[in-house]
């Protein structure tokens, strides 16, 4: 049975401003005491240390808010913690986020050095009145000189795009996405423009200041995107992730793969097998009250609850069916105790099947290209 693997993710939660359609927790401050919050964030790696003895760590995933703002120190003396505190894989895959302005840019070198060997660019788009649009604060010749930066420093690198965009044409996207073809490592993430709610961008769509792509045409962009990249060798290993052979995210693949992560930091959640039990676990959410809680006892967490069987067979299966593998049937029968078939109504899953929108062999079940784009209502289908 594949071992989905152990993950640590460190979150970072400030950025120099907050991108209108962004709704993670991610906060833009004046001043940070990195070394107040080097210190926090070391109590945290301690604390789930502690939850989780005789685990081998075999991804670290640095993410926010945008951790390429941290200190190069910071991220050494984290990483060093860590291997301190769990044994750590060979291949231990060491991921951090950043984006593509000069003067983070300039830390790469500093990173790697601190321990990162895979970045991850949020680059966005490749053009700069959509860059303007999507508020970056980097133009398209910042992006091209970070992704050579990246290239001279890291064997592994990610940028991420986004499609879809109010009154982006399938030519235009076309174009772009042939150029970043060209700019590729060894993985792309590709994400449809969404409205969250509570974002800057919500509030912009609901005055009508724009309008997304019709259904039609956003339907284009995506078959597009997969046609491209796969024939570029950049299938699609998720619904927005495409990699070449051996390329693929392993720290996201444990999420998929509805494996074990501690998470550690402002907002961070985790799901921690203990004895029989899987736990979801979540720190305090804003930066302020998560020091405040670390600083008194320790760590920042908030919640940590067991989850039921039904909790954990939707998950695994929300989880699971976004990727082109979908979920394993041992994986399946070891999380939840039961076979596949067992699990759901017979006759909606037979429908599924026979609709297209699922397959179901012996290496398990996993959603078609055309589930894949609808994945919500397939979900729903399954747990009416």
């Given amino acids: 049975m594949l071992d989905?693997?152990?993950?640590?993710?460190?979150?970072?939660?400030?950025?120099?401003?907050?991108?209108?359609?962004?709704?993670?927790?991610?906060?833009?401050?004046?001043?940070?005491?990195?070394?107040?919050?080097?210190h926090a964030l070391l109590a945290e790696l301690d604390h789930a240390a502690a939850e989780t003895t005789g685990r081998r760590v075999t991804s670290v995933f640095f993410g926010g808010g945008t951790p390429s703002l941290m200190e190069p120190a910071t991220v050494?003396?984290?990483?060093?913690?860590?291997?301190?505190?769990?044994?750590?894989?060979?291949?231990?895959?060491?991921?951090?986020?950043?984006?593509?302005?000069?003067?983070?840019?300039?830390?790469?070198?500093a990173l790697r050095q601190a321990g990162v060997n895979r970045l991850s660019l949020g680059v966005q788009a490749l053009d700069d009145r959509a860059l303007r649009?999507?508020?970056?604060?980097?133009?398209?010749?910042?992006?091209?000189?970070?992704?050579?930066?990246?290239?001279?420093?890291?064997?592994?690198?990610?940028?991420?795009?986004?499609?879809?965009?109010?009154?982006?044409?399938?030519?235009?996207?076309?174009?772009?996405?042939?150029?970043?073809?060209?700019?590729?490592?060894?993985?792309?993430?590709?994400?449809?423009?969404t409205i969250e709610p509570g974002t800057a961008f919500a509030a912009a769509y609901a005055r009508g200041d724009w309008a997304l792509p019709e259904d039609e045409l956003a339907g284009d962009l995506y078959e597009a995107t997969q046609e491209r990249l796969a024939a570029a060798e950049l299938p699609a290993y998720e619904i927005s992730n495409h990699a070449r052979q051996g390329g693929e995210c392993r720290h996201n693949l444990t999420y998929w793969r509805y494996g074990d992560y501690a998470g550690t930091g402002p907002g961070a959640h985790g799901r921690l097998t203990l004895g029989s039990d899987k736990f979801a676990t979540r720190r305090h959410r804003a930066p302020e009250t998560w020091l405040a809680a670390v600083e008194r006892q320790g760590h920042g967490l908030q919640e940590r609850v067991a989850l039921t069987p039904g909790e954990r067979r939707e998950e695994m299966l929300m989880m699971g069916l976004r990727l082109t593998e979908g979920v394993a049937r041992a994986r399946f029968r070891a999380e939840t105790g039961a076979d596949i078939e067992a699990?759901?109504?017979?006759?909606?899953?037979?429908?599924?099947?026979?609709?297209?929108?699922?397959?179901q062999d012996e290496r398990g079940l996993r959603a078609t290209a055309a589930g894949q784009q609808r994945l919500n209502a397939v979900l729903a289908a399954l747990a009416a």
């Fill in 4 to 38: 989905p693997g152990f993950a640590l993710y460190i979150h970072w939660p400030f950025c120099k401003s907050k991108c209108p359609y962004c709704d993670f927790n991610s906060h833009v401050r004046d001043g940070i005491e990195q070394e107040r919050w080097r």
């Fill in 343 to 359: 699990s759901f109504d017979g006759e909606r899953l037979a429908d599924l099947v026979a609709g297209g929108f699922l397959a």
């Fill in 76 to 109: 050494a003396a984290l990483l060093d913690r860590a291997a301190s505190r769990w044994a750590m894989a060979e291949d231990l895959e060491v991921t951090l986020e950043a984006n593509p302005t000069s003067v983070e840019a300039a830390r790469f070198a």
């Fill in 133 to 193: 649009f999507l508020g970056r604060g980097h133009d398209a010749a910042e992006a091209l000189a970070a992704l050579a930066l990246a290239r001279r420093h890291f064997a592994r690198y990610s940028f991420d795009l986004i499609y879809a965009r109010p009154e982006q044409t399938l030519a235009q996207w076309q174009t772009e996405l042939a150029r970043a073809i060209e700019l590729a490592g060894d993985h792309l993430s590709v994400y449809q423009l």
